[in-house]
Structure formats: structure tokens, C-alpha cells
């Protein structure tokens, strides 16, 4: 006997859920209650990572400018021209506003697909250039921390570990999903992921076409880390 006399089928499809909502399963004649993250066959971390090094722009049309500046990025005002406006996107960090040697932060969420400041004609600023990690989702029950550079100074290699003496369990694996970064256009780097249980979750590689390593060149670059349980 099901649950509710109906089949698969008829019943109304479950929404507007979260990841630890009460689910009920039927299974060899019992209820039992379960959550989605107990159903999943997988743990996962998934992040973007941005990576672009101190890198000056002096407009929307400076062709190094890729999609727009980078969430959670801090850019200084090098040098002002009057009329130009950060503050739409811009968390003021110290000085003021729209002035030369202003420092921000770019904010938002990665609902909005491009940051750009209301007018943003000839103003000089520079990125500060720091690894960025936006977490978008991490079921694993520890936290991940890239570091970069990794272990001394390794340009274009992303470390990965568990924090608190964890361990990435055995059945593991990392998948990075290129993008065009600064430098780069319109060459797509390739990303290759290892995994050392012990020691890293993982590393990441940025080649040039001639299979150098490369520094300052992530942009939102996906990577995820699965683990199946």
C-alpha cells in the first residue's frame, strides 16, 4: 500500500523546499522521514574563484575590462575624472567617494550578471589583485580554503585543502570549468585538477598556449569539489 493511494505520477510535484525539509519514504511496507541532503548521493563544495592580480582600467571601454569589475574585489581611484560614479556598485573602504585615492569594494550578488559603475568615462582605478572565493554552495560538513599561491611561490596554482585536520574522503574528485580570463582573450586556458586526500583537495592549473604556468588570470572560474558518499 503507498502513502497516499496514488502513484508516482499523481502526486503534486514538492517545491519551494530547502536541502534539510522532511521528506516521507515509503520503502519495504515503512514511513521513514529523510531530507534531500540525506537522499543525495553526493556531497559537494562549489565555488568562483577570481584571481586577476593588480590590474589597472581606465573605462568601460579599456579592452581589458572583462564582463564588468569583480564581486568582492577592492579597487583604489588612481586618478579621478570628474563626473565618474563607483558608488552603485561600490562599498566606500576609506577616503571619499568618487575622489582620487578612494578605496572600495565592489558589491552585490551573483544574481547580476555585470558590475559596472553608473558612469565610468576615463577614472583610473586598480584592483588590489587577491584570490576571491564566492561560495555558492558546500554540504560537506567542513570548510574548504584555496590558497594562492599555493606552497611557496607557484604562479597560477590554486591549493585546495580541508580546514581542521579533515581529510577529503577517498571518493573524491574536482572538477574547474575554464573561462576566458584577463590575458587571455580569446585563448581559453586549460584547468586540471588532482586530488591528495592527505594534504590538498586539490590543485588547480592555469596553462598558456605554449603549457606555461600563468599567474593573475582566474575570473569567475567554477570549480567544484564532489565527494560521493
Given at each position: 500500500?503507498?502513502?497516499?493511494?496514488?502513484?508516482?505520477?499523481?502526486l503534486?510535484?514538492?517545491?519551494?523546499?530547502?536541502?534539510?525539509?522532511y521528506?516521507?519514504?515509503?520503502?519495504s511496507?515503512?514511513?521513514?522521514?529523510?531530507?534531500?541532503n540525506?537522499l543525495?548521493?553526493?556531497?559537494?563544495?562549489?565555488?568562483?574563484?577570481?584571481?586577476?592580480?593588480?590590474?589597472?582600467?581606465?573605462?568601460v571601454?579599456?579592452?581589458?575590462?572583462?564582463?564588468?569589475?569583480?564581486?568582492?574585489?577592492?579597487?583604489?581611484?588612481?586618478?579621478?575624472?570628474a563626473?565618474d560614479?563607483?558608488?552603485?556598485?561600490?562599498?566606500?573602504?576609506?577616503?571619499v567617494?568618487?575622489?582620487?585615492g578612494?578605496?572600495?569594494?565592489?558589491?552585490?550578488?551573483?544574481?547580476?550578471?555585470?558590475?559596472?559603475?553608473?558612469?565610468?568615462?576615463?577614472?583610473?582605478?586598480?584592483?588590489?589583485?587577491?584570490?576571491?572565493?564566492?561560495?555558492?554552495?558546500?554540504?560537506?560538513?567542513?570548510?574548504?580554503?584555496?590558497?594562492?599561491p599555493?606552497?611557496?611561490?607557484?604562479d597560477?596554482?590554486?591549493?585546495?585543502?580541508?580546514?581542521?585536520?579533515?581529510?577529503?574522503?577517498?571518493t573524491?574528485?574536482?572538477?574547474?570549468?575554464?573561462?576566458i580570463?584577463?590575458?587571455?582573450?580569446?585563448?581559453?586556458?586549460?584547468l586540471?585538477?588532482t586530488?591528495?586526500?592527505?594534504?590538498?583537495a586539490g590543485?588547480?592549473?592555469?596553462?598558456?598556449?605554449?603549457?606555461?604556468?600563468v599567474?593573475?588570470?582566474?575570473n569567475?572560474?567554477?570549480?567544484e569539489?564532489?565527494?560521493?558518499?
Amino acid at each position: 500500500m503507498s502513502l497516499t493511494g496514488k502513484t508516482i505520477n499523481e502526486l503534486p510535484l514538492l517545491s519551494s523546499y530547502s536541502a534539510g525539509t522532511y521528506i516521507p519514504v515509503y520503502y519495504s511496507g515503512e514511513t521513514f522521514k529523510a531530507t534531500q541532503n540525506t537522499l543525495e548521493p553526493i556531497k559537494k563544495w562549489k565555488a568562483l574563484l577570481t584571481q586577476t592580480g593588480p590590474r589597472t582600467f581606465t573605462g568601460v571601454t579599456d579592452p581589458d575590462l572583462y564582463g564588468g569589475l569583480i564581486l568582492g574585489e577592492i579597487y583604489t581611484i588612481d586618478s579621478y575624472t570628474a563626473g565618474d560614479d563607483f558608488s552603485n556598485i561600490g562599498q566606500l573602504l576609506s577616503g571619499v567617494m568618487n575622489t582620487t585615492g578612494c578605496v572600495f569594494k565592489v558589491t552585490g550578488s551573483t544574481n547580476t550578471d555585470y558590475f559596472y559603475p553608473s558612469t565610468w568615462v576615463s577614472s583610473q582605478i586598480t584592483s588590489q589583485g587577491d584570490l576571491i572565493v564566492y561560495v555558492l554552495e558546500n554540504t560537506l560538513g567542513f570548510n574548504i580554503i584555496p590558497e594562492y599561491p599555493g606552497f611557496g611561490v607557484l604562479d597560477g596554482v590554486v591549493v585546495f585543502y580541508p580546514d581542521d585536520n579533515n581529510l577529503i574522503p577517498q571518493t573524491s574528485y574536482m572538477n574547474a570549468q575554464p573561462t576566458i580570463p584577463y590575458g587571455f582573450t580569446p585563448q581559453i586556458p586549460n584547468l586540471l585538477t588532482t586530488i591528495d586526500r592527505q594534504i590538498l583537495a586539490g590543485i588547480l592549473y592555469v596553462l598558456d598556449p605554449s603549457l606555461g604556468l600563468v599567474s593573475d588570470s582566474l575570473n569567475n572560474t567554477p570549480v567544484e569539489i564532489i565527494v560521493y558518499k
